[in-house]
């Protein structure tokens, strides 16, 4: 079979099974498979596939279809520039969170260097790319989950960061010092958790589940910080923004601010003090 001719009649098989984007999916499975560029694709579009290479290909496309993440597939997702190793340990990084980075960044930036704190760090991306933008800082990566932080390693290795270091704990550790804290801890309610996404389902239920109202872990972490913590940044579910407000009100933090997703959601929250 042609490239092109698979490329077509998988992608209507996908389309079928429900799977957005269809076309670009088997496009990047294709690729990771001839290990080609996606666009590379494109000028041998009336190669001859081998037995091998559709043997190959023919598990990943069932996967996909039964709605398993494609970044879960490839073993790889894309996020601030960077690629990072993605399993089923850890949360499959979401664009949105981009926006925290970008906050967490700016912010800091011109400050004097410290430790900042990344609580419930997962594969270690917030972790990582603030490391990499802020590369006087100590950054230090928090989780409960020890493969997860085995995943999170796996990504330091490849990008090669030395100033983190790595801490299996539940939320915020022993902390020596005034630090930072960011935090996109587990935020969905029982009812969504309930009713996920076929896709969202395959992410591990401890990087998702936050409880009856969403905050199990959110609050908790609030009421840690202390005077030493003098920022905090959390991502947060839809709804929430003005009950954390309020939580990080209460506990001393004297400027407060929410700014809002991809999707002009309230959903990041800074407390300053």
């Known amino acids: 079979m042609k490239i092109l001719e698979l490329i077509e009649k998988t992608a209507l098989f996908l389309k079928q099974k429900g799977v957005d984007s269809p076309r670009l999916q088997i496009e990047l499975m294709l690729a990771h498979v001839l290990k080609l560029p996606r666009m590379a694709l494109y000028v041998q579009f009336e190669r001859e596939l081998t037995v091998s290479e559709l043997d190959a290909l023919r598990p990943l496309v ?26 089923k340990a850890a949360l499959v990084p ?15 930036k011109g400050q004097a260097v410290g430790t900042l704190y ?13 490391a990499k933008q802020l590369p006087g800082w100590n950054i230090v990566g928090v989780d409960i989950s020890a493969d997860a932080l085995a995943l999170a390693r796996k990504n330091q290795s490849r990008l090669t960061m030395t100033n983190v270091t790595w801490r299996e704990h539940d939320l915020l ?26 896709e969202v389902a395959h992410d591990p239920a401890l990087a998702l589940r936050g409880g009856k109202d969403g905050l199990d872990l959110i609050r908790p972490l609030i009421a840690m910080t202390g005077e030493r913590t ?32 991809l999707n002009g959601v309230p959903r990041f929250i800074m407390g300053a003090r």
């Open 230 to 261: 003098t920022h905090i940044f959390l991502e947060t579910g839809a709804g929430h923004a003005v009950t954390v407000s309020g939580l990080l009100a209460n506990v001393g933090f004297s400027r407060v601010e929410i700014r809002k997703d």
């Open 62 to 87: 069932k996967r996909r279809a039964d709605r398993e993440p494609l970044q879960h597939i490839l073993g790889e997702a894309h996020f601030y520039g960077e690629t990072f190793f993605c399993g």
């Open 94 to 108: 979401r664009p949105e969170t981009e926006v925290l980075v970008e906050w967490i960044v700016s912010a800091l």
């Open 173 to 198: 550790p022993p902390a020596d010092g005034e630090h930072v804290i960011a935090a996109n801890l587990p935020y969905l309610t029982d009812a969504e958790m309930s009713a996920l996404p076929d």
């Open 118 to 130: 990344d609580i419930g760090t997962g594969s270690g991306i917030i972790a990582l790319t603030v």
